[in-house]
């Protein structure tokens, strides 16, 4: 998008460079004091760390501690009682997360669920969706996808018994481009959409910062005959989406990047409803899955849940769902995903708006600008004065920020709404500022 001048976002705000702007907007902030909620690591003189690493770990919200003391204390009095009692008994306690992860991907309470990990359940979706023929075999992900799930996809490809070489489309951005242009995805959905066997991208790519758009392909996918999944690691929490209504067959994320939940904790998956009651879908299956009327009857014929629960397999990590639970509260008191969302705009177009007025060409932000294709985000690359970027992200460091360094050469950075305020974005940048002008 063109800025008509340099402080002129997209939404009319007038932005400053000054720490004064700053302060203001972050006064003006209605969840400004969200940040009161979490526990913001501290930097060596004592300051608040600038914490721009919420789409790697983010951090804790104070309710986990409360939450996880609770489960604690009711495994304490009751024992295996604990699964049946109180106001939050194990048993059905995957189930007091439904309506938060279905508001935060677009989804009916049905199609949600919150087990395993990211990559097992991409794993267990591809078992499900993935169901190569010898004229439809292929899977189309990114070329340069996270490690995990281009590990993911290769081994089910090798599995089905198809070679990956030839069954495996990864599609890049042009030459000289860094991001993946819209149109060459429903290109390539278009010309070999009759091979595809599944399609799986990002929401939000991890590198990038890029948003796909989903609805579209979909749409493109679906008309091809594909099924399309995507893995929502770095969108879930960030961006509004509306899984249900856009069709996607499935989806998975994890809870520890923007949903706070936790170093490794339990992951969501979304199955759209139309696959719920298909009886031939094949499945991984597990106790979990199996009607839950009757799943202590112990009968060994497996009736899976009519709802995206039908693919759990095992009873879950309570004190993990405790922490998810704590985290979506947390998101609900601010107002939900679209608040959220709303601020995280602001957010990264003041970021976007004092890299460009403070460092212009100095450095080079990849995410795209276009205001359909980034969320909270940005990535940088700032090895152009001929010192090594990682040089230049070992002093920011050094200084009082996290963010994450990425081979080969991006610095992520992403301002979450949640905890971050303007004064981080304005503090980030002339910290960066001078670590670049050190020689
Ligand atoms: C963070 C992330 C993962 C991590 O996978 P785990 O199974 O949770 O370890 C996988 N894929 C993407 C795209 C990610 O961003």
Redesign the pocket.
């Known amino acids: 998008m063109q800025f008509e001048n340099p402080s002129q976002s997209e939404n009319g705000l007038q932005f400053k460079n000054s720490p004064e702007f700053a302060r203001k907007m972050d006064k003006q902030d209605p969840i400004g004091a969200m940040r009161t909620q979490f526990h913001i690591p501290k930097h060596s003189d004592g300051s608040d760390e600038i914490y721009l690493c919420g789409n790697s770990l983010g951090l804790q919200p104070k309710k986990t501690e409360e939450y996880l003391a609770f489960e604690l204390s009711q495994w304490q009095k009751y024992g295996v009682k604990g699964h049946f009692t109180g106001d939050y008994p194990w048993m059905p306690y995957h189930e007091f997360l439904s309506e938060g992860f279905a508001e935060l991907v677009g989804a009916n309470k049905s199609e949600v669920v919150a087990m395993n990990?990211?990559?097992?359940n991409l794993h267990f979706m591809m078992v499900s969706f993935y169901r190569p023929t010898a004229s439809r075999h292929k899977i189309l992900i990114e070329d340069h996808?996270?490690p995990?799930?281009h590990y993911a996809v290769e081994s089910q490809i090798k599995f089905h018994g198809y070679d990956p070489k030839e069954s495996m489309i990864l599609i890049k951005p042009r030459d000289g481009e860094e991001t993946i242009r819209h149109q060459d995805i429903l290109d390539i959905i278009e010309k070999e959409g009759d091979s595809i066997a599944l399609i799986m991208l990002?929401g939000v790519q991890?590198y990038t910062g890029q948003v796909f758009r989903m609805k579209e392909i979909t749409e493109a996918g679906h008309n091809k005959g594909c099924m399309v999944g995507f893995?929502l690691?770095?969108a879930a929490g960030n961006i509004v989406m509306q899984l249900h209504d856009w069709n996607v067959d499935f989806a998975c994320w994890?809870s520890y990047?923007y949903l706070n939940s936790g170093p490794g904790s339990v992951?969501g998956c979304f199955v759209h409803e139309r696959h719920h009651s298909d009886e031939n879908i094949p499945r991984f299956a597990g106790w979990w899955g199996h009607d839950k009327s009757n799943r202590f009857k112990m009968e060994n014929s497996f009736k899976p849940m009519h709802s995206a629960e039908a693919w759990q397999l095992s009873n879950p990590p309570i004190l993990s769902l405790a922490a998810i639970r704590a985290s979506l509260d947390t998101i609900k008191e601010a107002g939900g995903i679209r608040k959220l969302a709303e601020k995280s705009r602001k957010l990264t177009d003041y970021l976007r708006f004092l890299l460009k007025d403070e460092l212009g060409e100095d450095i080079k932000i990849l995410t795209p600008e276009n205001e359909q294709e980034y969320g909270s985000q940005l990535s940088l690359t700032v090895d152009t004065h001929g010192i090594d970027g990682k040089v230049i992200f070992e002093r920011i460091e050094q200084a009082g920020v996290t963010g994450d360094w990425r081979y080969p050469n991006v610095i992520r950075v992403a301002p979450v709404p949640l905890y971050n305020s303007f004064e981080d974005c304005y503090r980030f940048v002339q910290i960066l500022k001078t670590s670049l002008e050190e020689k």
Not at 117 to 120: D, F, I, M, V
């Open positions: 990990s990211l990559t097992a996808a996270f995990s799930d990002p991890y893995d690691a770095h994890c990047k992951a």
